[in-house]
């Protein structure tokens, strides 16, 4: 699981001091608004008032609203990339077979994206229409991918399918659009919230546990 993402945030980040303080100040304003909002319709103006610093000091460290908004996904998906592998690892550490260990990564995965689901969602909104925040983001889920690939593929001799790389590819990708649409994320914001959380976690892992253990039929 060494999959690195270059997140270099597009702005003039100062290391330490008052500076430093009041770049932060910056960044959580723009990510409280992005929350507050759901999406990223607020102005600089709007973020110097929540962050009590002067549109200025903002031009200092950023070209551009969007510059800002970047370095806003930066962060948060360092954070969402972290939980992730912690997820991920401790489920590898305590899964005591193929099944059990399905059922604890789906678990997982689907509840680290729920707990930043707020921050997330206006993310895959923009990567809509930004290039910059659709790449950073598609890197992030590469992470994820790979770390979920490389956790199930360790238990190889478990697997039925004939093909367990392709089988965990494809399972990773419904899991996740599954879970996605289920928290609104993207075009399928009218489905957010749909069904039961629980439910949907759960038949997840069941059928995802079915179609690693037994080969497809001809």
Sequence with gaps: MNVKVDLA?????????????????????????????????????????????????????????????????VRALADIDSDQASGIAQAVSEAGSLVDLVGRLVESIAEVLRKHSAILRPFMLRATTDAIVAGVGKKSYAVTEQQFHEALLARRDEIRHPDPERAINSLFRIVYAAVARYLGFGSSTDAAWEGDWRVLKEDLAAMSSAFLRHPPRD
Excluded at 9 to 23: D, K, M, N, T, V
Excluded at 29 to 54: H, I, M, P, Q, Y
Aim: proline residues 3%.
């Design 9 to 73: 945030a597009p702005s003039r980040e100062p290391l330490q001091g008052r500076s430093r303080a009041s770049f932060e100040r910056m960044v959580d304003a723009a990510a409280k608004l992005l929350v507050e909002r759901g999406n990223d319709e607020f102005t600089l103006a709007d973020v110097s008032r929540a962050g009590k610093v002067s549109i200025g000091s903002i031009y200092c460290r950023f070209d551009s609203k969007d510059d800002l908004i970047r370095a806003v996904q």
